[in-house]
């Protein structure tokens, strides 16, 4: 019989940023505004526009939910590691904490609600990780 493997644990740390998740429609995306100086992540699909960014900075034209709070996982990571993110969402979702993932070349952003931070932060601390705010 095998012994499972055991599940990693990261360190995360929170970013200051308050953050809005934002839709356009493609046709209408237009960027011709200061995107601030935080995070800031956009992706063009055939059918949208999504937009990761300070909520002050939002679009007014944009469909915007606002008051997210990112979690960034220590990096750089292997971009051959398996597992990060079902590690982590995993452990959220037990705790139903709804979550929006970014990856980058380096990193992976959990975004959870900012009325969830806490929460957040406890379920990940008590399922081995280290959470730095």
Do not use: K, N, Y
């Amino acid at each position: 019989m095998t012994t499972p493997t055991p599940l990693p644990s990261f360190t995360l740390d929170v970013l200051p940023d308050h953050l809005a998740i934002c839709r356009l429609d493609p046709e209408d995306a237009d960027f011709d505004w200061d995107p601030g100086e935080g995070l800031l992540s956009v992706t063009f699909t055939d059918e949208e526009v999504s937009l990761v960014c300070e909520e002050g900075v939002a679009p007014a034209d944009a469909e915007v939910s606002r008051g997210w709070r990112c979690l960034r996982v220590e990096g750089p990571l292997d971009l051959g590691m398996v597992g990060v993110l079902a590690v982590l969402a995993g452990a959220l979702a037990s705790a139903g904490v709804a979550v929006f993932v970014l990856s980058t070349f380096d990193t992976d952003h959990i975004l959870v609600r900012g009325s969830q931070l806490a929460q957040a932060i406890s379920c990940l601390q008590a399922a081995g990780h280290v959470v730095r705010a």
